[in-house]
């Protein structure tokens, strides 16, 4: 099965997407956005950058687990992951973006 990004909305009526991958786990969240067009924007920005290995920062939070946020060329945060337990797992997801943002279809679900 092939990834998917689901366009929300959020609690607070903004716009955001998640980036899934084929066998439904999350692999890639937004920031919230005011205008749906801001968040489509945003969706093609992974698309575009997600095959860029320079694009991902890759970090450690304060309670020891891995993450990453997917960057766009000007620097800008447009997706970041769930923590993960070790480095191999965050490796993992990176892959993962990388696999199924580009062809990833869009499912409208506001």
């Known amino acids: 099965m092939a990834g998917k990004f689901e366009l929300y909305l959020d609690k607070a009526g903004e ?8 066998n439904g786990q999350t692999i890639l969240a937004s920031e919230g956005y005011k205008q749906r067009a801001s968040a489509e924007n945003g969706i093609e920005s992974v698309r575009k950058n997600s095959s860029d290995d320079a694009r991902y920062d890759r970090a450690e939070t304060k309670n020891g687990k891995h993450r990453f946020n997917l960057k766009s060329t000007n620097g800008q945060v447009i997706g970041t992951s769930e923590s993960y337990e070790s480095v ?5 997801g990176i892959e993962s973006v990388k696999k199924n943002a580009p062809e990833a279809r869009v499912e409208d679900l506001t």
């Open 15 to 22: 716009h955001r997407f998640r980036l899934k991958a084929g």
């Open 88 to 92: 191999a797992a965050r490796d993992n």
